[in-house]
């Protein structure tokens, strides 16, 4: 019996550690003196009497997609994507928890039901849609492009012939490298993440990377990264949407279009992206 017992508990405490430890809230203390963009979203819906319920929405990000999803200098995970989402939800009044999970596990828990949606600069892609993604209006416009290390003498697609190149796992970047991979004779290596895969190129183990072309120059501009953007080597660009993979989640899809176009409409949009990209 105490064998039993002691399983049980053994069991129990394993399951509180796996609970805690595998996702990143965004959500500081009450009684810091300044909050972070969910912090006020959450306080803010908390006191709105036009809000119609007191759901939680669980939205799932990357971790390191700088400038719409990252950790600044003060340690405060910030963006374009977290500043649309908090402006999107003030204006529609619902409260929601961004967990800061890495794109595939974000990819993941929306499709295990672990979480609501998914803001994570996703590229509306057929498919994405076909596999059972449903996608809000488009948010942002980008495209991807092709990055080399500081210097490098590649200037176009047909330079990289017998060379490798870095792409990050399950993106329209990896996508766009795949579709030219065997016109132009190069090779292609999949990374789960944005900085693992510019530090490959930066090293010289790939000649170039693929990487959405906003998020690529911010990084390059911000991180000091001895890496550039050569000219003509970007695709014609697509845009970026929120995301839930359940028909049952569509109330949070509508309101995030409906938030998205009123803070177009009142000027809220361009004051985030200019935050970011001016």
């Known amino acids: 019996m105490k064998k039993i017992l002691t399983f049980i508990l053994s069991t129990v405490l394993l399951s509180s550690v796996v609970l805690t430890g595998c996702v990143f809230q965004i959500n500081n203390s009450k009684d810091q003196s300044s909050s972070t963009p969910s912090e006020a979203t959450q306080e803010s819906s908390q006191d709105t009497s036009s809000s119609n319920s007191d759901k939680v929405w669980i939205i799932a990000t990357d971790t390191v997609f700088k400038p719409f999803e990252y950790t600044n200098e003060n340690n405060e995970f910030v963006g374009i994507d977290v500043d649309l989402l908090a402006a999107i939800a003030e204006d529609q009044g619902f409260k929601y928890e961004l967990q800061s999970l890495g794109w595939d596990a974000a990819v993941a828990a929306v499709q295990a039901g672990q979480a ?19 996608f809000s209006d488009g948010y942002f416009n980008a495209t991807q492009t092709f990055v080399v290390a500081e210097g490098s003498d590649i200037k176009s697609f047909e330079d990289l012939k017998g060379k490798n190149v870095a792409v990050k796992n399950g993106t329209a970047g990896a996508d766009f490298a795949n579709s030219l991979k065997d016109q ?31 998020i690529m120059a911010a990084s390059i501009k911000e991180g000091g990264l001895p890496l550039m953007i050569p000219e003509g080597m970007e695709s014609e660009g697509a845009p970026y949407g929120f995301a839930i993979m359940d028909a049952k989640n569509q109330e949070l899809l509508d309101m995030f279009n409906a938030g998205l176009a009123n803070i177009k409409a009142n ?12």
């Open 116 to 134: 609501d949606g998914l803001i994570a600069g996703a590229t509306i892609k057929k498919e994405r849609i076909e596999s059972g993604w449903i």
């Open 184 to 214: 132009y004779g190069f090779t292609v290596t999949v990374f789960e993440d944005s900085p693992t895969m510019y530090q490959d190129v930066i090293l010289g183990n790939s000649a170039a990377c693929v990487e959405d072309t906003p």
């Open 267 to 278: 000027g809220k949009y361009d004051e985030i992206i200019n935050k970011y990209l001016k």
